[in-house]
């Protein structure tokens, strides 16, 4: 069960682009479509933004997408916000009924 | 409105015990599977275990397998986790979390386990 692994750190300028990868095996990220995505401010609970690999849950914006090839998946966030600055972890599924989170990246707006 | 609200953290020596709860409402606990998820100070997300919805499934991390047991009251929409043998490693903050389809979509604020003498 080990971490999937996410660059430590991502930015953009306001209304740019940041995308994060998340890689791991065939036995979680390339095995299963249950990979999600989740919004931590600091001192705060996370927050779903991205589940089954691309699908977004009601009240989050559009500009969160996901997507997944192979091993890596990816959280791209389209028009940076000042309010998208946060940590960012993804999950996912990893066979008998167990689960794996990435590492974890910090996102700055610059 | 989903609320998730967890109780039970505390001071615990090295190898004591303490059981954690998470009290649900506003949806049909009974149906959802549940989840635990941690976070030492300063450190990432770290996945727990899971109990699917009549508790008659469960999975645990390696790092708590055979120390710590989740369990769930549907009659009284409670999560429980009980944890044993607990190891100065085992400090964080305990969340627990509401699953759909593979993702936990609703997440309590969390309650804090410190183990140390």
């Known amino acids: 069960q080990s971490a999937l692994t996410q660059p430590p750190s991502a930015s953009g300028s306001p209304g740019q682009s940041v995308t994060i990868s998340c890689t791991g095996t065939s036995s979680d990220v390339g095995g299963y479509k249950y990979v999600s995505w989740y919004q931590q401010h600091p001192g705060k609970a996370p927050k779903l933004m991205i589940y089954e690999v691309s699908k977004g849950p009601s009240g989050v914006p559009d500009r969160f997408s996901g997507s997944k090839s192979g091993n890596t998946a990816s959280l791209t966030v389209s028009g940076l916000q000042a309010e998208d600055e946060a940590d960012y972890y993804c999950?996912?599924?990893?066979?008998?009924?167990?689960?794996?989170f990435g590492t974890g990246t910090k996102v700055t707006v610059l | 409105e989903v609320q998730l609200v967890e109780s039970g953290g505390g001071l615990v020596q090295p190898g004591g015990s303490l059981r954690l709860s998470c009290a649900a409402s506003?949806?049909?606990?009974?149906?959802?599977?549940m989840h635990w998820v941690r976070q030492a100070p300063g450190k990432g997300l770290v996945w727990v275990s899971r109990i699917n919805s009549d508790a008659s499934s469960t999975g645990y991390a390696d790092s708590v397998k055979g120390r710590f047991t989740i369990s769930r009251d549907n009659a009284k929409n409670t999560l429980f986790l009980q944890m044993n043998s607990l190891r100065a490693e085992d400090t964080a903050v305990y969340y627990c979390a509401r699953e759909i389809s593979g993702a936990k979509d609703y997440w309590g604020q969390g309650t804090l386990v410190t183990v140390s003498s």
């Open positions: 999950s996912s599924y990893a066979g008998s009924n167990n689960f794996v």
């Open positions: 506003g949806f049909t606990f009974s149906s959802y599977w």
